[in-house]
């Protein structure tokens, strides 16, 4: 869900040059505190302050900035991991439970989540290593309502409507139908496990495994569709190329400040991004990312888990005291928080849009786990590798004129390539 830039011998000794001194100021002031490293960064960083500050210990706070990866690994080799880590992807937990850094850990009473969501953080051994504290709701087109009154009902209404509003673009007649942030290679998977779990739901955990056919129908079936929509002349804020040099945050800002582009796929922290650029008493809504009919499509999610590292001082404890149904209120009542735990009371959230969220979220049968976050090393993608960097050459080329049935015989063997190379499919 977030950026991470590759590993190198400096980044790896910045983080354990970070880390020494972290842990002496966490022993110089009387009790030794948890310390916990987290993604987060800004406002996601306060909040989460402001929740441990209520655990019964001290408890200090690290943020290891976007590759969270590389700055625990080289914590490990410095001798001086933190006792708890906050991560972003399933894979990480049960790769680090196999090299033994991690203990079991377990939930509370109060603790349960979404059927398929525990088991991502199992290791075959049938133990616990994790527990998801946070969640990403990742099927949502944002729109503001003055802009564009009526919402697509299904995939071919989005496929008129942005044919429409393209060709009044073209004309400088109106806002482009599409903002995207195409230079962060998250989005672009984002759009497609959205149109996958629509268009082959029975393969969308297939591609997760070891033997998964990269270059199958459901694979191609997928990105048709996908062709199909990003070809349009004018769907995006000065075309494809631009688009490839938008950033996330630019692209929300392109909706709900500039109005240069009518709608925005993006998550449900999408709200956190627009607050601060909202012009007037006029705020974003969203509709669910729209499916073959009516209604919507399965619900995408992402997630990020607590794990406690081996022999760590009150890490198992503190991971336990995140999975409280109350532990989470003070970032519930702020809003821009999510919680993965159905035990979390719906009245908790702050406005009926987090309640409506928090609802779609306990659906039976309709969720999904980002599959981008569970494919097995480089390829799940960072910076410039990875299905990232793949989706977004298929975007350049779907957008610059290359007809779809050449983009995609690319863009599969690409995706089959690097699959092998990682031991996940082919």
């Given at each position: 869900m977030r950026p991470a830039a590759r590993t190198s011998r400096r980044t790896l000794l910045r983080a354990a040059a970070a880390g020494a001194t972290a842990l002496a100021a966490g022993c110089s002031g009387g009790a030794r505190s948890v310390q916990v490293a987290v993604v987060w960064s800004t406002s996601e960083l306060d909040r989460f302050r402001e929740v441990v500050a209520g655990y019964p210990a001290p408890v200090q706070v690290v943020s290891a900035g976007n590759d969270i990866d590389a700055f625990l690994r080289a914590r490990h080799l410095a001798g001086t991991s933190p006792d708890v880590a906050i991560l972003p992807?399933?894979?990480?937990?049960?790769?680090?439970?196999?090299?033994?850094?991690?203990?079991?850990?377990?939930g509370s009473t109060e603790?349960?989540?979404?059927?398929?969501?525990?088991?991502?953080?199992?290791?075959?051994?049938?133990?616990?290593?994790?527990?998801?504290?946070?969640?990403?709701?990742?099927?949502?087109?944002?729109?503001?309502?003055?802009?564009?009154?009526?919402?697509?009902?299904?995939?071919?209404?989005?496929?008129r409507r942005t044919q429409e509003l393209g060709a009044l673009a073209r004309r400088d007649a109106g806002p482009a139908p599409l903002a995207i942030g195409a230079a962060d290679g998250w989005v672009l998977t984002d759009w497609f496990e959205n149109v996958l779990a629509d268009v082959a739901p029975e393969s969308y955990n297939a591609l997760a495994r070891a033997d998964a056919d990269w270059q199958g129908r459901p694979v191609r079936d997928t990105l048709d569709r996908l062709a199909g929509l990003w070809s349009i002349n004018g769907a995006f804020v000065g075309g494809g190329?631009?688009?490839?040099?938008?950033?996330?945050?630019?692209?929300?800002?392109?909706?709900?400040?500039?109005?240069?582009?009518?709608?925005?796929?993006?998550?449900?922290?999408?709200?956190?991004?627009?607050?601060?650029?909202?012009?007037?008493?006029?705020?974003?809504?969203?509709?669910?990312?729209?499916?073959?009919?009516?209604?919507?499509?399965?619900l995408i999610v992402g997630g990020d888990a607590a794990v406690a590292f081996a022999d760590a001082r009150g890490g198992v404890e503190l991971v336990e005291w995140l999975t409280r149904a109350d532990s989470f209120q003070p970032w519930l009542r702020a809003g821009g928080y999510l919680s993965p735990n159905t035990n979390v009371a719906i009245g908790s959230y702050r406005d009926r849009v987090g309640q409506g969220l928090a609802e779609e979220m306990r659906t039976p049968g309709t969720l999904r786990f980002d599959l981008s976050d569970q494919l097995p090393g480089a390829f799940t993608g960072s910076d410039g590798v990875g299905i990232w960097r793949i989706m977004q050459g298929f975007f350049a080329d779907v957008t610059d004129g290359v007809r779809a049935s050449e983009a995609i015989r690319r863009v599969t063997g690409l995706l089959a390539a690097a699959a092998r190379s990682a031991e996940g499919g082919r």
């Open positions: 992807r399933p894979g990480l937990v049960t790769e680090y439970a196999q090299r033994g850094w991690l203990s079991p850990v377990r603790y349960a989540v979404p059927t398929g969501l525990g088991e991502l953080l199992t290791a075959e051994s049938g133990q616990r290593y994790g527990v998801w504290v946070k969640a990403a709701h990742k099927s949502l087109v944002w729109h503001l309502p003055s802009v564009l009154p009526v919402q697509p009902a299904n995939w071919d209404a989005l496929v190329r631009r688009a490839l040099l938008t950033q996330y945050e630019e692209s929300v800002i392109q909706v709900v400040h500039t109005k240069r582009a009518v709608m925005l796929v993006g998550a449900d922290f999408t709200a956190d991004v627009a607050d601060p650029f909202q012009r007037g008493p006029e705020a974003p809504v969203t509709f669910r990312f729209p499916g073959a009919e009516p209604g919507g499509g399965p």
